[in-house]
T-cell receptor, first 116, second 112 residues
Framework: EAGVAQSPRYKIIEKRQSVAFWCNPISGHATLYWYQQILGQGPKLLIQFQNNGVVDDSQLPKDRFSAERLKGVDSTLKIQPAKLEDSAVYLC??????????????FGPGTRLTVL | AQKVTQAQTEISVVEKEDVTLDCVYETRDTTYYLFWYKQPPSGELVFLIRRNSFDEQNEISGRYSWNFQKSTSSFNFTITASQVVDSAVYFCALNRDDKIIFGKGTRLHILP
């Protein structure tokens, strides 16, 4: 079974530029998550989708970050414009998203963003 | 509030020594899950173990063992006879309602 795919793996941009990350979850997984992991810290949830609807985006800096999951499969996370403090690893995860039980999250390899 | 604390920022031990990574959590929920993940230099998060709040039995898997104590809200992780390949950042995490809250991680260096 293929895992969670993310691209690109690495990205270097200058501040105020825009950047987009792509995630392809495990087939059949209804729930998709984007996490931000700043160096020296644990991953922090940015946004959670259930199919193509947003479940939780309370920690997403909406003035510059946006995410979508059209058709309830792939997702893109965009930053516009980027700031120096956005330098981090962006992790995508997915789970079956079944109601009433535990849903294990499977993580992708991450995209390492460096903002200069 | 949900919180996971890993007080040890960085630990260095010599190969073959045993090492314990501490994890303390806070939650008001009665049903929750606890995890340990390993993050090697490649950056991927590797799932190690999941424990639900109703199962306080300790678990051993090869050189790894976990001690879950609800009375002290701790879920500690011990590596026995450490190896250089164990060098990584280890995260303790708490799951509730399909959301994972991670600790800040402990960076473990195993010296040859």
């Amino acid at each position: 079974e293929a895992g969670v795919a993310q691209s690109p793996r690495y990205k270097i941009i200058e501040k105020r530029q825009s950047v987009a990350f792509w995630c392809n979850p495990i087939s059949g997984h209804a729930t998709l998550y984007w996490y931000q992991q700043i160096l020296g810290q644990g991953p922090k949830l940015l946004i959670q989708f259930q199919n193509n609807g947003v479940v939780d985006d309370s920690q997403l800096p909406k003035d510059r970050f946006s995410a979508e999951r059209l058709k309830g499969v792939d997702s893109t996370l965009k930053i516009q414009p980027a700031k120096l403090e956005d330098s981090a690893v962006y992790l995508c995860a997915s789970s079956l998203g079944l109601a009433g039980g535990f849903n294990e999250q499977f993580f992708g390899p991450g995209t390492r963003l460096t903002v200069l | 509030a949900q919180k996971v604390t890993q007080a040890q920022t960085e630990i260095s031990v010599v190969e073959k020594e045993d090492v314990t990574l501490d994890c303390v959590y806070e939650t008001r929920d009665t049903t929750y899950y606890l995890f340990w993940y390993k993050q090697p230099p490649s950056g991927e998060l590797v799932f190690l173990i999941r424990r639900n709040s109703f199962d306080e039995q300790n678990e051993i898997s090869g050189r790894y063992s976990w001690n879950f104590q609800k009375s002290t809200s701790s879920f500690n992780f011990t590596i026995t006879a450490s190896q250089v390949v164990d060098s990584a950042v280890y995260f303790c995490a708490l799951n509730r309602d399909d959301k994972i809250i991670f600790g800040k991680g402990t960076r473990l260096h195993i010296l040859p």
